[in-house]
Nanobody
Framework: EVQLVESGGGMVQPGGSLRLSCAASGFTFSNYDMSWVRQAPGKGPEWVSGINLRGDSTFYADSVKGRFTVSRDNANHTLWLQMNSLKPEDTAVYHC???????????????????RGQGTQVTVSS
């Protein structure tokens, strides 16, 4: 069974930082491009960032480019999202997802599988 368990969320002030983690199990992690997707209250899912299966190509939504950094450790089946200079509009539940399409498609189409698990809540507020 595919499991993706996110952690690391919390409440921070604008300008603060958080590092999200995603522990993957139940599949061959190194065979998949991976993404982070967020969902704010009352809104649909928004693709945030993705990384290819080798970890040597990363992609970002314009809204987070220059502030967020995605990375992965295939040996330990872990995906991370370092979030800096957080803004109130970053408030959302963040999910890690397996990609159904190569990550370089993500900026133009829905590239990820259905969201699994609870995600981790990120709240940016003063």
């Amino acid at each position: 069974e595919v499991q993706l368990v996110e952690s690391g969320g919390g409440m921070v002030q604008p300008g603060g930082s958080l590092r999200l983690s995603c522990a993957a199990s139940g599949f061959t992690f190194s065979n998949y491009d991976m993404s982070w997707v967020r969902q704010a209250p009352g809104k649909g899912p928004e693709w945030v960032s993705g990384i290819n299966l080798r970890g040597d190509s990363t992609f970002y939504a314009d809204s987070v480019k220059g502030r967020f950094t995605v990375s992965r450790d295939n040996a330990n089946h872990t995906l991370w999202l370092q979030m800096n200079s957080l803004k109130p509009e970053d408030t959302a539940v963040y999910h890690c997802t397996r990609n159904a399409l190569p990550v370089d498609f993500c900026s133009v189409t829905n590239c990820y599988e259905a969201l699994r698990g609870q995600g981790t809540q990120v709240t940016v507020s003063s």
